[in-house]
């Protein structure tokens, strides 16, 4: 019994002390680290997911900003454009009020003057012989009074063009250049769309050159006396006025980010770092989209930044307003306050955990402390001990199994003791057996002593039947020898039987002599024979009584 409990015990240590690095902690500690490493875990998991949330929906929110302040420009944009078109039809009003007071327009032909003209769609230049148009006593071509005095109650460009040999010319402009002289002799050549509609007495409003000077133009036909298209009546005012640029450049997005205005073709005309202007959005990466987007939300990088904005396409203008806040502005202060709440979150969840786990472990570890008490009194023997655990789970799988396997283990033991006992009489029989096998061994012993014995009497007796033999092998011998002497006696009698008579005689007396001789020699061989199957009996006798001894021995 207590072999077969340290032979359990010792297959039991060989397969509990598989476990590798782990093998020498605790379960109750495994447990807590293993349950404290999924908490950390999750509240990882949880924070890094609540921080892109977090940041998904402030950039969101930063994005609706942005689109917002966007649209207050657009809005703002489209009053402006409304009053610029209205500061155009009236400053056109007051135009075309000063000439009519002045007269009827007359075309004199005796009256011409040279202009350079420029093709404001090719840049062309050819010089072109003008008539002079007259207004009342007062000439338009050429002439700046009536657009000066227009000009004097208005902050707008005021103009006058003149039809001429298929080219609409500009003849009068309130606008000077910087060496003091008047911009005349641009023209609109008889392709284009302003020439088509003045020429067809229609009033036209237009878009012309680009960058800065961006001027957005209102031309209003006009008849000579004789009902003809003399040419039309124009206001120019520019696009991006000082009041536009400030207000562009202040606009931000509650104080972050900024904003600007690119030209259709990308270049940046307004911005409130001066690094940015005159360069192409194309040459900011990410920048074409500004370029393809009409309305809606653009993205770029620029010095290692990244940027979200919104920009729209004021296409009357052929201008993109644009505005736009770094990431990092966007994002600024957010990460603080996602990481402080998601630290305040964690240790609050860390210190609920660790007592909810402190609270499972003592009930998981009375569980198994009971078990581990079972397993003890098992070891000791106590195969009457059990454990009871009501709860349905796994471990209580487990104690029914256990205990299943104590019951079985106590029958296995009583069936190996009672195994035992039987072997114990087996011994015991055993042992009687080997007592009689020891008595008969000694009886046999005796039997071969007494074999011995006659083996040796038989040894004697079979030395004097071999000296008996020994004997008449010698006589044998004499015989052969005295039948040689014979044999050459006959072959000399022949030989000398034709020369005497005499020698005949004696030698067939002789050979009578010999004859019986022989004859006695026979008869001494089969006594010798006869004496040889004696020997033979005896032998086959005591073969047979030293067969008869060892049978006795063996059994």
């Avoid at 500009?170 to 020439?195: E, H, M, Q």
């Avoid at 009902?227 to 640029?245: E, H, Y």
């Avoid at 194309?282 to 940027?307: C, H, M, P, Q």
């Avoid at 969840?349 to 198994?368: C, D």
């Amino acid at each position: 019994m207590p072999f077969l409990m340290s032979m359990l015990n010792r297959d039991a240590n060989q397969h509990l002390t598989v476990g590798g690095n782990m093998a020498g902690i605790g379960f109750g500690k495994k447990l807590y680290i293993s349950s404290v490493g999924i908490i950390l875990m999750t509240i990882f998991i949880v924070a890094g997911v609540n921080f892109y949330q977090t940041k998904k929906s402030f950039l969101a929110k930063g994005m609706t900003g942005i689109q917002s302040v966007s649209e207050v420009l657009e809005n703002t944009i489209d009053i402006q454009y409304g009053l610029q078109k209205s500061k155009l039809d009236s400053d056109l009003g007051m135009l075309i009020t000063e000439a009519e007071s002045s007269g009827n327009l007359i075309l004199m032909e005796d009256r011409t003057v040279d202009i350079q003209g420029v093709d404001i769609d090719t840049g062309a230049t050819t010089k072109i012989t003008m008539p002079k148009l007259l207004a009342g006593l007062k000439f338009l071509t050429a002439d700046y009074e009536i657009v000066d005095k227009v000009a004097a109650m208005s902050d707008s460009e005021i103009m006058f063009f003149q039809l001429r040999d298929n080219r609409l010319v500009k003849v009068s402009t309130s606008l000077k250049t910087s060496d003091d002289k008047r911009a005349i002799g641009a023209y609109f050549n008889s392709g284009t769309s302003p020439f088509k509609a003045v020429a067809g007495g229609e009033k036209h409003l237009l878009l012309t050159g680009s960058g800065h000077d961006k001027t957005l133009q209102v031309l209003s036909s006009c008849k000579d006396v004789d009902g003809s298209v003399a040419g039309a009546f124009g206001i120019g005012r520019k696009v991006l006025t000082d009041n536009l640029k400030i207000l562009v450049e202040k606009a931000t997005v509650n104080g972050k980010g900024y904003a600007f205005i690119s030209d259709g073709d990308g270049k940046i005309l307004v911005h409130p770092d001066p690094a940015y202007r005159g360069i192409s959005v194309s040459d900011i990466s990410g920048g074409d989209a500004v370029l393809k987007t009409e309305k809606g939300f653009v993205s770029y990088n620029r010095d290692g930044r990244s940027y979200y904005g919104y920009t729209t396409y004021f296409k009357p203008w052929d201008l993109h307003f644009t505005v736009a806040v770094s990431e990092a502005e966007l994002m600024a202060g957010i990460n603080e306050q996602i990481l402080k709440s998601a630290g305040t979150g964690g240790v609050i969840a860390l210190v609920m955990g660790l007592a909810v786990i402190a609270f499972m472990n003592r009930q998981l570890m009375t569980s198994m402390n009971g078990m581990a008490t079972m397993a003890k009194e098992v070891a000791r023997g106590n195969f009457n001990h059990s454990f009871d655990y009501k709860a349905k789970d796994a471990i209580r799988d487990t104690v029914t199994a256990m205990n299943d396997m104590v019951t079985e283990l106590a029958q296995m033991i009583g069936g190996l003791n009672s195994g035992v006992d039987t072997l114990s009489e087996a011994s015991g029989e055993l042992n009687r057996i080997s007592d009689l096998m020891k008595e008969g061994a000694a009886t046999s012993v005796e039997k071969v002593n007494n074999v011995a014995s006659a083996a040796e009497e038989m040894s004697v007796n079979m030395d004097s039947v071999a000296a008996a033999m020994e004997e008449a092998s010698t006589n044998v011998e004499t015989v052969s020898d005295g039948t040689g002497r014979m044999r050459e006696g006959l072959e000399a009698v022949v030989k000398d039987s034709v020369r005497t008579r005499d020698i005949t005689g004696r030698a067939v007396e002789q050979a009578r002599a010999t004859s019986a001789r022989v004859e006695q020699l026979g008869r001494a061989a089969e006594e010798i024979n006869k004496v040889t199957d004696t020997i033979t009996s005896i032998s086959s006798q005591t073969n047979l009584l030293a067969l008869n001894a060892t049978i006795e021995a063996a059994r």
